[in-house]
């Protein structure tokens, strides 16, 4: 005589309470800080900052999160494997990306062909736009923090800059001189090897949005919670 065999379903070591956690300090700013990544991503600005030598919107993902909620990260990820490899292809890709927008820049400033651009706007912008160069960068005032704000435009594939910015006039008005000089064959490998790495970059953010999305669908189907708990206020 067969015995109908029951198939016993293991309870899950966390519940609606963990779940409602990692909901509100997991994926929500993990999520946000993907579609900010991906926002800057999708239009080649790196974020790449010349004084800091690091991408300012661009990082790993735990650092997206409040810091006091990142072992609540540790936690999720000790659950969903799949979750924690993501994420580490993401930080792997977003430090070659920083470590490639580096030698992208000091390759552009050791570049005679930047320099002699540079000398050459230095001198003539004063004509031309009618005040001292030096009064186009703000608060800089040294040549080399100079010379490092336009390699930084360059690296982040800054375009017209709206005319709040220190830096417009001279900018917009020198962009294509500047452009010209870092068009040379020695920078090209520099360069191609920057979008080469935003690339890979991008795809991983959306392999990793992907991934939180479905986890947080399954995990939310499955314990009845909801992804916001509450709004504050209902119009």
């Known amino acids: 005589m ?21 909901f509100d300090t997991v994926f929500h700013y993990a999520l946000r800080g993907l579609e900010n990544e991906r926002d800057f991503l999708v239009r080649r600005n790196w974020t790449y900052r010349f004084r800091k030598r690091s991408l300012e919107y661009l990082g790993p993902v ?19 494997p799949e979750v924690s490899a993501a994420i580490e292809e993401h930080d792997k890709r977003e430090r070659q990306l920083q470590d490639n927008c580096r030698a992208y820049m000091d390759a552009i400033l050791k570049d005679s062909s930047f320099q002699k651009a540079f000398e050459s ?19 800089y005032s040294a040549e080399e923090d100079f010379m490092g704000l ?17 830096t417009a006039e001279l900018w917009n008005r020198y962009r294509e001189s500047f452009l010209t000089s870092v068009s040379t064959p020695e920078l090209n490998s520099f360069r191609e090897a ?11 953010v959306n392999e990793l949005t992907s991934l939180l999305r479905t986890t ?3 995990l939310s189907l499955e314990f009845d919670v909801p992804y916001v708990a509450e709004l504050s206020s209902v119009r």
């Open 2 to 22: 067969k015995t109908k065999q029951r198939t016993v379903r293991r309870k899950k070591p966390y519940g609606p309470n963990i779940v409602r956690a990692w």
């Open 62 to 80: 735990a650092e997206h999160l409040p810091a006091e909620a990142r072992e609540n990260l540790e936690q999720l990820i000790s659950f969903f």
């Open 121 to 139: 706007v230095a001198s003539e912008a004063p004509h031309t736009l009618g005040r001292q160069f030096g009064e186009h960068f703000g608060a």
């Open 150 to 166: 336009l390699a930084e435009y360059l690296v982040n594939n800054v375009e017209n800059l709206p005319s709040q910015y220190a």
């Open 194 to 204: 920057v979008e080469r790495s935003g690339v890979a970059l991008l795809d991983a």
């Open 216 to 218: 947080r669908s399954d």
